[in-house]
């Protein structure tokens, strides 16, 4: 049985740790209009791999870089960031992680969030973020053409 061409392309930041499993950082998605979907993010630090599991607020700055690093090196701007999901395993840390996330969304269109506790997430972090980008410039009549909406 032959294999249909893929349809996204596998994005990968050397400026982000190595995935932690069988995922990629990021697929980038090109038709009907550019889309990047981030996998989750801990706080992995670059170049050793070692785990930080310390102050929230340091594991949420390592963790959103590399979710910068790999929306840049996606080919995607920040502030074409649509939606953000924060995964935390206490909420009570949400105010430092907050003020943390503000330095990063900064002065642009604001993407959507949610901010989700958790039981438990991999390698015993405390946090992790992914995120969903769409490119500018995709017309809505290129993106919705094949539909018949009446």
């Known amino acids: 049985m032959a294999r249909r061409p893929a349809v996204h392309q596998m994005i990968t930041s050397r400026k982000a740790p190595k995935p932690i499993g069988p995922y990629v950082h990021a697929v ?6 550019a889309m ?11 170049p050793s791999g070692q785990v930080f599991r310390g102050d929230i607020k340091r594991q949420a700055e390592i963790a959103f870089e590399h979710l ?13 960031v649509v939606k953000c999901t924060i995964f935390l395993t206490d909420l009570e840390t949400f105010d430092k992680v907050n003020q943390v996330y503000q330095k990063i969304f900064v002065g642009m269109n604001l ?15 405390d946090i992790e973020v992914e995120a969903i980008a769409i490119k500018k410039g995709a017309a ?11």
């Open 111 to 125: 993407p959507a969030r949610a901010v989700v506790q958790v039981a438990g997430l991999p390698k015993e972090v």
């Open 140 to 150: 809505q009549d290129e993106m919705f053409r094949d539909l018949d909406f009446q």
């Open 68 to 80: 910068k690093n790999i929306v840049i090196d996606g080919g995607f701007a920040l502030d074409e």
């Open 36 to 46: 990047l979907f981030v996998s989750g993010q801990i706080p992995i630090e670059v």
């Open 28 to 33: 980038k998605i090109e038709q009907p209009g």
